[in-house]
């Protein structure tokens, strides 16, 4: 897996001061994306064990300032990202556990959860921002999201629901 970037000490995806990892591979091809470069999977440099190492230090040297974990690209779902993440997130959650992980994909709840290699993804994150971006509904008010036909959805609740139930900040 590539990624284009790491943002330490994020404030803007998410709630709180977080870490935001942007992996590379997306096959949406929204229009009018915000990071059309990360379309392609070889884009950036590997994410290797050094960078999953390098996250996790930074969480455990700044403590509780640091709220929690959050995934975008590209696509965190993308085929080729999915074994990666699960490994990562496993060792994220083992060494700190009382962290949150959001996540973004540009496959609505519906898809991901038909889907068991990306459903074993998102069960080990909290909160997922839903669906293709799409200009036609853009709205520069939503937060975390940028068109409103994305949701922000509480994992945990929505996979005990036969419906997806919206996070409430
Ligand atoms: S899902 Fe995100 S990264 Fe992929 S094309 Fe759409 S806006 Fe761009």
Known sequence: MNYSGIKYADMING???RVSLFVSGCNHGCKNCFNVETWNPNYGEE???KQEDEIINFFKKYGQTIRGLSLLGGDPTYPQNII???SFLKKFKKELPDRDIWIWSGFTWEEIIKDENRKELIELCDILIDG????ELKNLNL????SSNQRVIDIKKSLNSSTPILFVE
Do not use: M, N, S
């Open 84 to 86: 990666p993440l699960v």
């Open 132 to 135: 293709k971006f799409k200009e």
């Open 143 to 146: 937060k975390w999201r940028g």
């Open 47 to 49: 994410f290797t064990q």
């Open 15 to 17: 709630i709180g001061i």
